[in-house]
Each structure stands twice: as C-alpha cells, then as structure tokens.
C-alpha cells in the first residue's frame, strides 16, 4: 500500500498526514526543541491553539528548525471564550503575531459554541479571503453542526478535528466528513493523558509481529484509514518513533482488529455538552 504523505483539501491546499501535536506542551524551551525534533524527524506540520498558550515557542521553533517557513504547516485554533465575544479578527492577529508569522496554514473553531458558529465563519472566511490563512476549518462537530454552518458558508470548512483513536474511532462521522469533501484529523490518537491504549494487549500482539510500538500500531492504523493525524509528545526518542510509519503495513486483519476495539468511548469532551 502506497502511504499518502499529505492530503489535499477541498481548496487545493495540501496537509501533511503526519503533525505533531503540543497540548500541554509548556511555553518555553520544551516546546521549542519539540518542534526542532521533530522537524529533524520528517513532520512538516505542527498543531497548536491560543488555549495551549504556547504559540510563541512553536514560532521560535518553527524559525529555528532549519526548514523554511513555506515547507511546513501551522494549525492553530479560535478559543471558546473569544467565539462567545465575537472577537475571531483580534483574537486571530493575537494567534500570527504570538506565531510571528506572516500567514497561518490552518484555523479552526476549537470548539461548536452553540450560537457563535455562523458568525465566527464569516469572521474565519474574512480572514481565509484576505488571504492571511491558507484554509479554514472546525474541530469537534458533530454532523448537525457541520450542517448548521454549511447551510450559510461561503467557504465550506476543510478539516474536521475530533477525538479519534481505537476505543473511538469515528466511522459515521469520517462517512459524513468524505461525503461533503472534508478531511478528518484525529486528536488524542494515542488516547491522550487518559487513555488506556498503551497497554492494550491486541495492539501489543500486532505491534509484536511488525517489531513496532502500539503507538507506531495506532498512527499507522490512521494513515491507512486516510487520516491526518498529530500525536503529542515532548520527548526526542518518541517523537522520532510516532514519526517511524513508513517502513511496514498493517494487513487486512490487523486492521480490522484494530477497528473492533471500537466501544465509542470518549476520552476527552463531549462536542455536544462540554463545560468551557
Ligand atoms: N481540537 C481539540 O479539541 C484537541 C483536543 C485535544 C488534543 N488536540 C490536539 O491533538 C494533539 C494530540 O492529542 P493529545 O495530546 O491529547 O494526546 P495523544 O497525542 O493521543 O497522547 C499524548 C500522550 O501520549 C504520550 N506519548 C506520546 N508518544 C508516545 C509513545 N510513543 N509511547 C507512549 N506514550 C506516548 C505523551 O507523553 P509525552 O509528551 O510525555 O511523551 C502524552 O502524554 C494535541 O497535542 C493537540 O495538538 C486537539
């Protein structure tokens, strides 16, 4: 099987299928190094967001990494707060000059604030029209709120961004994301902080025939699913390891083993009742 290395959007724009995640990755040297690493790894896309606070080092980061600026990828994310005081423009210039960048890649509605969705898109595609983000998108929708924003959009988001990972793995919603011509990303590939992947003795038996990682299982599993994917870590030795993907396949069965350790279970917040 051919991997992709990036996706296209339904703007022409291409992401890297591979990105390295930073929530909880402190503001300050640790960050910077992650983004030095695992640039030095082979990702050419990082994911951040003003909630993260830590965007001035995945800027410093992304200067010092030795690839220029145009060859790599930047997410970042409108916080809840600033969609529910209609501040997308100031919140975004906040994000780029943190960034200190000239444009973002990607910017997302963190989150579907029931009532700020449509008019933080039309803020979102000012922005993309300006040509200040390259593409805009939303994480953490559901269907009916990716309805509700297409019914007046005159940019149709590019990305969906939810948690996905083998206890979720989203079937229904990565159905109804490729039937409007929008690409899935998964958060919390690897379970996040509260998963109980790591010890999973199904992926520990898969990894064992390939000689990989349950991680190195669990990203690969994406990719053949054809979705982007940004697993979060600080560490040299792991980042390098959740950027190993290329050098195995998964077979038919181990993928579907991989997707019946399916249960719908959450980790992280609910898109439909989340308290932020
Ligand atoms: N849009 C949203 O609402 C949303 C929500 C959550 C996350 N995200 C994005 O998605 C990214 C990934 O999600 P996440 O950070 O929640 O979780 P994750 O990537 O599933 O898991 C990260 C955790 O796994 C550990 N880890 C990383 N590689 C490992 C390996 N090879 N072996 C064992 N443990 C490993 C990390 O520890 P160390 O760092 O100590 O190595 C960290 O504790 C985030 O960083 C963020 O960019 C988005």
């Known amino acids: 099987m051919n991997i992709r290395t990036t996706k296209t959007f339904n703007n022409g724009v291409e992401i890297p299928m591979l990105g390295l995640g930073v929530f909880r990755s402190p503001n300050g040297q640790e960050t910077v190094d992650a983004v030095r690493w695992a640039v030095q790894a082979g990702y050419r896309h990082i994911d951040t967001a003003s ?35 209609d501040e997308a423009l100031q919140a975004f210039e906040r994000s780029r000059s943190l960034l200190g960048m000239e444009y973002v890649d990607l910017y997302l509605l963190h989150w579907p604030v029931a009532g700020a969705i449509r008019p933080c898109w039309k803020k979102l595609e000012q922005l993309y029209k300006a ?18 924003l297409l019914a ?15 206890r979720l793995s989203q079937v229904p919603l990565a159905n109804y ?13 690897l379970g996040g902080i509260r998963g109980d992947l790591m010890d999973d003795l199904t992926l520990k038996g ?19 699913r054809g979705l982007v ?23 038919g069965p181990d993928m579907k ?13 609910d898109p439909d009742d989340f308290p932020f």
């Not at 994301?177 to 590939?189: F, K, M, N, R, V």
């Open 51 to 85: 909630l993260y606070a830590n965007e001035e080092s995945v800027g410093r980061g992304v200067r010092e990494c030795g690839v220029p600026r145009k060859q790599l990828f930047v997410t970042t994310k409108l916080w809840t707060d600033d969609m529910r005081k």
């Open 131 to 148: 040509g200040l983000v390259r593409a805009i998108g939303v994480s953490n929708f559901q269907p009916h709120h990716l309805d509700e």
């Open 152 to 166: 007046d959009a005159s940019v149709p988001p590019a990305v969906n961004q939810v948690e996905c990972h083998p």
């Open 177 to 189: 994301c490729a039937g409007h011509g929008i690409a899935l990303e998964t958060w919390s590939p």
């Open 206 to 224: 898969i990894g064992a025939k390939y000689g990989k990682s349950i991680a190195q299982v669990i990203l690969r599993w994406d990719l053949q």
């Open 229 to 251: 994917t940004i697993p979060k870590s600080v560490h040299k030795d792991r980042i390098e390891e959740n950027g190993d993907l290329y050098d195995f396949e998964l077979n």
């Open 257 to 269: 083993a991989i997707d019946a350790l399916n249960v719908n279970r959450r980790f992280g917040a």
